[in-house]
Structure formats: structure tokens, C-alpha cells
């Protein structure tokens, strides 16, 4: 009796519709397991969001300063 066995014992090469299930299970879990590891050692993105949540403040105040000015100088040239 062989103690190693053959590759076709756990893995079949037929084509039927019992072995290709069996396939897309193993598959199924693979991918599975990919993706919990992927999202496991996936950096946090809230530190991104954080930072171009004050980059849009910070626009939006220069934004609103550089209007006032503007419009102040424009009401001064004016009178």
C-alpha cells in the first residue's frame, strides 16, 4: 500500500458536473480566504478621507477671504 497518493485521487480531471462543483467550492474558499487576508492587511483609508475633508475647509475659507478681498478692494476703487 502507497502512503503518498496520486493527484488525481483528490483531483479528478473528469469533466462532470459533480467534479466542476467540487472545483468551484475550492475556489470559492480560496478566493474567500484571499480577500479576508487582502482586507486584513489593508491600510485604514479614514486617515485619507480626514485629510481631504480639511483640505476642502481649508480651500473653501481661502476661497471665501480671497472673494471678500477682492470684493473689498473693488468697493474701495469704486468711492
Known sequence: MRNNRDFHD???T???SST????DI???KFMTGIQNHQ???????????VFNLI????HMVLALVL???VGVQWIW???
Open 10 to 12: 483528490f483531483f479528478p
Open 14 to 16: 473528469e469533466n462532470s
Open 20 to 23: 466542476n462543483l467540487k472545483y
Open 26 to 28: 475550492v475556489a470559492s
Open 39 to 49: 482586507m486584513r492587511n489593508a491600510p485604514s483609508s479614514s486617515v485619507g478621507i
Open 55 to 58: 483640505g476642502a475647509v481649508l
Open 67 to 69: 472673494i471678500l478681498f
Open 77 to 79: 476703487k469704486r468711492f
